[in-house]
């Protein structure tokens, strides 16, 4: 279906449910405020085995609303990913430890439950702290906006 596709970003989209083919040449992955639910980022996971860059804050992952699933689902391990952020999303903490525990080594990822200003690598981050359940991207217009990534 897509036999070259490298890289997407979507935003600001309803993709819940989201249903994908395999994508083996997939690298980069943009999907923010897009009503992903848990399941919804395991199956995208599932289908980029060899993403390197996930994006995927400001989705209700951990949310009660969405997500009927067993939560004893194991994450999918992403050999390749050297970064991903998944601030934002409402994932427990045993679901951001699962994910960070899973990383290749000299990965980094953002998650909600860190402090402002750290990554799970230790190093500095430069993102401020934001309101829960508030994104804002960073754009043209202004250069004091918190920024997703």
Request: negative net charge; glycine residues 8%; aromatic residues 4%.
């Amino acid at each position: 279906m897509f036999p070259s596709l490298d890289t997407v970003h979507f935003q600001a989209m309803d993709l819940h449910g989201l249903n994908l083919p395999s994508l083996p040449t997939l690298r980069g992955v943009g999907m923010l405020d897009c009503q992903l639910t848990h399941a919804d980022a395991q199956m995208l996971m599932r289908a980029g085995p060899n993403v390197e860059r996930l994006i995927i804050c400001g989705n209700p992952l951990g949310s009660t609303r969405w997500n009927n699933v067993n939560r004893q689902m194991i994450w999918p391990a992403l050999r390749h990913l050297r970064y991903l952020d998944c601030s934002l999303c409402e994932l427990p903490s045993s679901d951001e430890e699962q994910l960070a525990a899973g990383l290749p080594m000299g990965a980094s990822a953002k998650f909600r439950s860190q402090p402002a200003g750290q990554d799970v690598s230790g190093h500095s981050s430069t993102i401020p702290p934001v309101r829960p359940g508030h994104v804002v991207f960073d754009s043209s217009e202004s250069e004091s906006e918190t920024v997703c990534d």
